[in-house]
């Protein structure tokens, strides 16, 4: 596994300064914006820029609204396969969306709909040799946030994906939604690891499961969720990936960087000190 | 347009005599199960007795129970196959079913896994040329005879359609639940002929249309509805399918069989009389 | 049928010039490059100016090379969605590409890849609901121009387009590649409407079928082509699509525009006249 | 990585006597056509049979003739579910079937139409979680067997399982055929195991490579393939299934079963002796 960073929970670092300090405090991927890399670089710029630093790009954000109305979703997606293409030269195999557990529209039909959608981007993604790693989102709050259910689980969000129907798109699971849904270690030993697309890690206070707030997540090793046994997991069903931190909090932490850099250091040494890493 | 007939409204009618006499009151096609005539006459007898009365199959139903277990899916699903056989070297191009507008599952995780087992069916269906013709059931009452809502408009099945993306899948229109879900001739006329796989005509009692019972309906020019406007509508956009006669009671009605053929074909020739048929 | 007029065949007219003219010769679409109008009237002007001429885009080239090597693929194929998006937005509702009945690759491996890559190319039109149709190529001399044969008929780009599976494909069926792979009036007849995307026409000199050359073509109506019962055998299966003329020609023709354009309404209203057309 | 034992190499030995001695002489799997035993056994007695001698079913036979007419594939996919539904109730993951390298008919209609065969074959077995492995076939002598070649490396071969397009289909890697067409453990390093649906081992003569015969193949470590470091390369990338042997011979070996049993045995630990095995 490869030890992964993005800017939520590095306060107001910019992407240049991410990708510039990832391999000094341990991580070897970046969960970037690469636009902002490329507008400033160039693309051939912005590779070199990674491999003088030491980096891959872990994972890139869905750059395609899929939630709204047709029109939107046509229109957001004609820069898809630029962003893939740009994707693919950086070395970048992964791209990533997240799937709310509530939904305003009626649930059948937007299961439907989500599922076209969603398989129109991955064959985008997939012609440049990009995964599609749909994340499922676990707090209870979140549930009822929105008028009907929709999906929140493994099992749920894995009939999805073969609904899609594309080879190319798999998980991202998250260790907060693990948590939250109660999807455990040994949950994870029954997935097979080309069905994990990436992977986030976090911790969470230690309040009753049911009130666990989707946007108040600690750093790794500071809460209650066990980390070492769902990186042990992943490791037992030979995941290789990447896994990168993603701490979602109220208001944007004010320690310096560096504090916190260290404090992301010190929680992946924490969790990953018994899991062998590449 | 082809003239069909089904068991649903002839009484205790067998699947042979159907066939038998379904020329001579002006029907060109029979909704059957295939596999009671096949025990009979074997497969080649059936074709012959088809051939011999001038009757063709219309649409057979899937022999498939796709809305439980999954062992039940798998089991049943073994037999597809040799009814896709079957069906195939009868002429038959269609298998058709319903889909419930309710449902006592969560609806979205009920759609994709209804997308999923749906196109399974149509991948085997595809094998033998035959098309899946999928049914949405309009009546009011069964739309919250389950927990949830599930789908029951054109539209919403057509998204359905797009989620199972198998070429060989499209719509069984019956006019009942045009009617229930004000489906409109004009509405037709926004359709595309291949999307048409099979066609149901029947009429409905001068209820309000929220009351208006999925199990109590009347033999064509019998009711309601304007099967003329409809059919001319199939016929405006070059459907030049089977239009099968579907009438579904409380109790099987008590006249006399050929009392019931001669109802159905005065219902058929009041309605297309005004319509070039093939 | 919807009269179709391309710019081959008119000599050196501009593509704003045959949307300006087409309605005053008998022609209800045009097949041109939409990114040069644009580039001149933005999008919104472009679909003002088809609009104030009573014209529609009959098709659109694909603007991706699939025939060479991955790089180019993948760049090329980063426009598409784009264009599609345009011609969507313009009304067009078809993207065509020709298939050489020959190859220098292997063809078995060739024909592998040129369905994985077809097939992404269709899955970006249809998010824009545009059709791929593919069109077979018939001259006997471009059979053996590449080292080994790759397909040439009607059955074989069926049989390919299955292999592409995606909904949005089909055929663009070419008079002079009919001609000159014998396939028939009846053959056509055959077909289902929806078979068929597009649809070009124009003529053949009375050689010998095997020395038809591709590049060699006459105006409808001025060869030996039977384009009556080409026309009837579209109408009789229920094609209501457009109808392109297309002439290929060793070099441009030195007659003036508007002397091209009366040769070109001639040679349709000869070969319509008996053709009821919307 | 489980060792597989199949008939081919034990002379005459009938499939429940490899099913009974399997474990004895170090097997965990048996490549077997499960009809026999079901036959014998019942579909519970089978699986009961299976238990006892603690094996696993390592892979079927492709049950069904796709290279012939398109009557003979529609008749013999009927009984495909059933046999899969059979398989998937005996634990048994994995269907194979193997493409010659060369082929009679017009290599370009043929890779389409198996394209499209194949993929009607993985979706019957994916409904019933089996994967489909192709076999390339590598000896030199068989590529020009027939009139026209078609494919034989793992290239073609990924290239035609992206043109049939179902997440269940993948690679048979046969250490025979890799050494035949030059395909090294480095090269196995690039694929990922999850491309690997099953693997066979046997051993090849100290021939020029061309002169190799596909039906003339020795007992692992008694000739010239590095099969331990074909095996370390599975091992690398995380291939846990199952590696079986098959032994093609001119003649069925003459020794006494025990005798060949024992010989299989040494050949397996011989190679594996440095590789750790489930």
Redesign the interface.
Known sequence: MIKGISQAGLGSISTEELVRSARKYGFGAVDINTDILIADHGLEGTRRLLEDHHVIVGSIGLPVEWRQTDAIF??Q??????T??HA?FLGCKSCCTYILPA?DE????????S??RL??IA??L???GIRLGLEFVGPHHLRTAWK????HTVA?TL??I??I???NVGLLVDAYHCYTTEFTADDIRQL???QIVHVHINDAKDVPLDQVLDNDRLYPAEGVIDLPAFLQALQDI?Y?GVVTQEILTPESPSDSTSLLWERSQRGFDHVFRNISTL
Chains 1, 2, 3, 4 share one sequence.
Do not use: K
């Open positions: 046509r229109e997606l004609t820069s898809l396969a630029v893939a293409y693919s939904t009626l649930p059948a039909t937007y299961m439907a709909q599922i076209v398989r129109q064959s985008i997939d012609a440049y009907h259910p929709f999906i749920d009939t999805m073969d609904g129907d594309r080879s097979r690891a080309e030979g290789t």
